[in-house]
């Protein structure tokens, strides 16, 4: 067998033994190399499709969690809306226990304070229950 060998001036890489061409690789068919190019073209078609595919299921995931991010912000800033008022009722009664004339807020004012009725559920702990119950793996609905 007979290689041929592309020649370079002294410098650079040899060239692997896989890319070497023997002359009886030359004598082949032309519908093996063609067999070969077809089922090469579909494995990169299907190569290229399953990458698209990956792409794209990244991309819905990443929009997915954005919106999930932007609703679990509103619920933390609900809720600290609400431990602010809390503090602030709490520290209010506590200031009462030192001796001090401090008037505690009336229900009617505690509900107004807070922007919710005590009898009922607040906000935050609605959209809590909103999003347990919107859970796609809740398997009671």
């Known amino acids: 067998m007979e290689f041929s060998q592309s020649s370079s ?43 698209k595919v990956k792409g794209n ?14 609703e679990l912000e509103s619920k933390v800033e609900g809720l600290s809306q609400e431990l602010s008022t809390l503090k602030k009722v709490f520290m209010e009664h506590a200031r009462g226990f030192g001796g001090g004339d401090a008037q505690l807020p009336d229900l009617q004012q505690l509900e107004q304070q807070l922007g919710y009725k005590l009898t009922e559920k607040s906000p935050a702990q609605r959209a809590v229950q909103a999003s347990l119950n919107t859970d796609p793996d809740d398997s009671s609905t």
Do not use: H
Not at 13 to 38: C, F
Not at 57 to 66: C, E, F, G
């Open 9 to 51: 001036k002294g410098a650079g890489k040899a060239t692997p033994p896989s890319k070497i061409k023997v002359k009886s690789q030359l004598n082949e068919t032309d519908s093996e190399y063609q067999k070969r190019r077809n089922r090469n073209n579909i494995a990169v078609k299907k190569s290229r499709f399953k990458s």
């Open 57 to 70: 299921s990244t991309l819905d995931t990443i929009n997915r969690l954005k919106v999930e991010n932007v």
